[in-house]
C-alpha cells in the first residue's frame, strides 16, 4: 500500500466483522490464560456491526435455510461426543467462517425444535445474532460467592434470560463471569445464529465445554444459604460427566470469505 494512501473498506461486512475482531480480541498471552474482556465500547462496535448482517450477507436465504431431515453427526472441539443419530433426528448445521487463537467467527443453522444444550464459556466474551426465525433463550450466571448444594454435587447459579427472541432483534453479549454465561438453545422456528467467540473453545488452553443439568431452586438444599428475590430466578447446576450426544455436522459456507490481514 502506497504511504499516505488510505487502507481501502472492507469488501464485505464478513471481511469488516473480522477487522475489527482483528483489532479488538488479543491472543491469549499462555496455555491456560484468557485475555480480559474488552473494553465495553469496542464490544458495541462489534454488535453495531452485526446487528446490520442479514443471512444475504452470509449466503443464506431467511427462510428455513437449513430446515431439512438430513442426517449426521459432527464432532467439533468443543462438542463431545459418539453416537448414532436417530432415524428421525434433524442435525445441527454449523458453517465455519473463521478461526485464529483470539476469536472464531460461524454460524449455527438450526432446524425446528433442534436443542443446543445448557452448556458454558469459560473466560470467554461471545456475542450471537439471530439471523432469521426464532428460538428460546435460557441463560444463568454463577452466583458468587460459590454456594453448592448439600446433597450433590450442583452450583447455585442466577437466571440471567429465559425468553423466546426472533428475528430481527439485537445482538446478545455474554462476557466471562455475567450476561448469561451458561446457555442453552431451543428452536421455535428453524433459525440460525451469528456467534463470534473471544477467544474461541481450546482444549490445550483449558477452555472445554461443560454441559449442565438444571434443577429448580426449590429441589435441592444449600442449609442456611438466604437468597434475594424469587426463588424461580435461581437455579442449581449440576455439570454432565457423561460425553452429551448433539447432532451436528458441518456445513458449506457459502458467503463472502474472509482475507486474512497481514500482520
Given amino acids: 500500500m ?13 471481511q469488516a466483522l473480522y477487522e475489527l475482531c482483528k483489532r479488538t480480541f488479543p491472543s491469549p498471552s499462555a496455555a491456560g490464560t484468557s485475555p480480559s474482556p474488552p473494553p465495553a465500547d469496542a464490544v458495541r462496535s462489534i454488535s453495531s456491526l452485526m446487528d446490520t448482517i442479514t443471512p444475504a450477507d452470509v449466503g443464506l436465504r431467511g427462510d428455513n435455510a437449513e430446515d431439512d431431515r438430513g442426517h449426521g453427526f459432527f464432532e467439533s472441539n468443543f462438542l463431545k461426543g459418539s453416537a448414532r443419530v436417530a432415524r428421525w433426528a434433524q442435525p445441527i448445521t454449523y458453517l465455519h467462517i473463521y478461526e485464529c487463537d483470539a476469536f472464531s467467527i460461524g454460524i449455527f443453522c438450526l432446524p425446528t425444535s433442534a436443542v443446543i444444550p445448557l452448556h458454558d464459556h469459560p473466560g470467554m466474551t461471545v456475542l450471537s445474532k439471530l439471523l432469521y426465525g426464532s428460538m428460546h433463550v435460557k441463560s444463568y450466571d454463577w452466583i458468587e460467592p460459590t454456594v453448592l448444594a448439600s446433597t450433590q454435587p450442583a452450583r447455585l447459579a442466577k437466571l440471567h434470560t429465559d425468553d423466546v427472541r426472533t428475528a430481527p432483534c439485537p445482538t446478545s453479549v455474554l462476557y466471562p463471569q455475567s450476561g448469561g454465561n451458561m446457555h442453552c438453545f431451543t428452536s421455535v422456528s428453524s433459525c440460525a445464529v451469528l456467534d463470534v467467540l473471544a477467544p474461541p ?4 488452553a483449558g477452555r472445554i465445554c461443560t454441559y449442565f443439568h438444571d434443577y429448580p431452586f426449590s ?3 444449600a442449609g442456611q444459604t438466604k437468597i434475594a428475590g424469587n426463588p424461580d430466578s435461581y437455579a442449581w447446576l449440576e455439570a454432565i460427566n457423561t460425553p452429551v450426544n448433539i447432532y451436528m455436522r458441518p456445513g458449506t459456507y457459502t458467503g463472502p470469505k474472509v482475507q486474512e490481514l497481514q500482520t
Fill in 201 to 204: 473453545y481450546s482444549e490445550d
Fill in 219 to 221: 429441589s435441592l438444599s
Fill in 2 to 14: 502506497a504511504w499516505g494512501v488510505p487502507p481501502r473498506p472492507p469488501s464485505s461486512k464478513v
